[in-house]
């Protein structure tokens, strides 16, 4: 609805009725149940999300730094890998000179112990034309040298006369009936063992008694 303005007659417009609780001159403000904020701009918020969505599948800077980092990375296990076969031929190689070493060492031993019966054998050979009783006499003491030298590397002689045949420990060559043994004793040694157990060299030969 005008209005007459003055005296001059000219006619304005009279504002619009402002919604009520709102000044007059005031733009209208967001309709009843319309929450308040600034209008989303969807091109803009779209343009943005692909954005984001390509940095993270590695598109963009962010997948264009790890990727380098991930090659170092590899590298470095790779020489992690290398130095460690090194190492690991290495020590290998270290323990396969010290078991020839001692075993060597081992054999050395062995050799010294059996020295002093090679020289008694030797000087009852230079003694061959002596009494021949002295001759055996020399023997008979070599041969106790040698079963000493056994015995202290661990393999003791070992009589089996009149043990119950066992296959671990003898070695059956002949079975012969004996009315004064038990049946399956040992009645004669034919080679005797030496050792015990885990350490014995060599099971004896023997025979065996048999009833009948």
């Given at each position: 609805?005008?209005?007459?303005?003055?005296?001059?007659?000219?006619?304005?417009?009279?504002?619009?009725?402002?919604?009520?609780?709102?000044?007059?001159?005031?733009?209208?403000?967001?309709?009843?149940?319309?929450?308040?904020?600034?209008?989303?701009?969807?091109?803009?918020?779209?343009?943005?999300?692909?954005?984001?969505?390509?940095?993270?599948?590695?598109?963009?800077?962010?997948?264009?730094?790890?990727?380098?980092?991930?090659?170092?990375?590899?590298?470095?296990?790779?020489?992690?890998?290398?130095?460690?076969?090194?190492?690991?031929d290495n020590l290998?190689?270290?323990?396969?000179?010290?078991?020839?070493?001692?075993?060597?060492?081992?054999?050395?031993?062995?050799?010294?112990?059996?020295?002093?019966?090679?020289?008694?054998?030797?000087?009852?050979?230079?003694?061959?034309?002596?009494?021949?009783?002295?001759?055996?006499?020399?023997?008979?003491?070599?041969?106790?040298?040698?079963?000493?030298?056994?015995?202290?590397?661990?393999?003791?002689?070992?009589?089996?006369?009149?043990?119950?045949?066992?296959?671990?420990?003898?070695?059956?060559?002949?079975?012969?009936?004996?009315?004064?043994a038990a049946d399956?004793?040992?009645?004669?040694?034919?080679?005797?063992?030496?050792?015990e157990g885990d350490?014995?060299?060599?099971?004896?030969?023997?025979?065996?008694?048999?009833?009948?």
């Open positions: 609805m005008g209005e007459r303005a003055g005296s001059g007659g000219a006619w304005r417009e009279s504002p619009a009725a402002a919604p009520p609780g709102q000044p007059p001159g005031q733009p209208p403000g967001p309709s009843p149940g319309q929450p308040p904020g600034p209008p989303q701009d969807t091109a803009a918020n779209g343009q943005r999300d692909g954005a984001d969505s390509r940095d993270s599948a590695g598109g963009g800077p962010a997948g264009e730094t790890a990727i380098p980092d991930l090659l170092d990375r590899i590298a470095e296990l790779e020489d992690l890998r290398r130095r460690a076969l090194a190492d690991l290998r190689k270290r323990c396969a000179t010290q078991v020839a070493r001692a075993q060597a060492e081992a054999r050395a031993e062995v050799a010294r112990e059996w020295l002093p019966v090679v020289d008694n054998l030797e000087r009852a050979l230079a003694h061959s034309s002596a009494d021949p009783a002295a001759i055996i006499d020399g023997i008979r003491a070599v041969r106790e040298q040698a079963l000493s030298v056994l015995a202290r590397l661990g393999f003791p002689r070992r009589d089996d006369t009149g043990a119950t045949f066992d296959p671990v420990r003898h070695d059956a060559i002949a079975a012969r009936a004996d009315p004064g399956g004793s040992v009645i004669e040694v034919i080679r005797p063992a030496y050792g350490h014995q060299l060599r099971p004896a030969q023997v025979v065996v008694a048999r009833s009948g």
